[in-house]
């Protein structure tokens, strides 16, 4: 007893192979995608030589940071790359400061943080905030 006709059948057939190409085209997109993820630099080592951009972001109940150094690609080509980060979530005390203390108290733990880099640059250290009075 044949359950499908041959018009069902066809139908199926074609979603079949739709899948197939869908299947093969992310197949070759991921493939695509390791190429460039495995090229591309993520993080890079520290060098005090290098020019140092501190972004500081403030949450609810955290606070990150985030150290950026200049790469030269191609010449005359500049690109930040993050080298290190740095969070922590806010401790009970700290949750009841006011906006601005609370940015300035994160500025002041990213310094203590990374002191032992910092005390070696070359450069001014950049630190980019999104508060405007700081």
């Known amino acids: 007893m044949n359950l499908f006709s041959n018009a069902k059948k066809r139908w199926i057939f074609k979603e079949q ?22 090229q591309n630099i993520v993080f890079q080592h520290f060098n005090s030589a290098k020019v140092i951009k501190l972004k500081m972001n403030v949450f609810e109940f955290a606070e990150r940071t985030m150290m950026f150094q200049q790469i030269n690609i191609i010449l005359k080509n500049l690109h930040w790359h993050s080298v290190i980060i740095w969070s922590r979530k806010w401790q009970l005390i700290e949750w009841n400061y006011d906006v601005h203390d609370q940015k300035m108290l994160m ?6 943080h990374w002191r032992h880099y910092l005390e070696e640059t070359w450069h001014e250290i950049k630190i980019i905030n999104n508060h405007a009075n700081l």
């Open 17 to 38: 192979i739709k899948w197939i190409e869908l299947i093969n085209s992310a197949w070759n997109t991921f493939q695509k995608l390791k190429v460039i993820f495995a």
């Open 107 to 112: 500025i002041i733990e990213s310094m203590n």
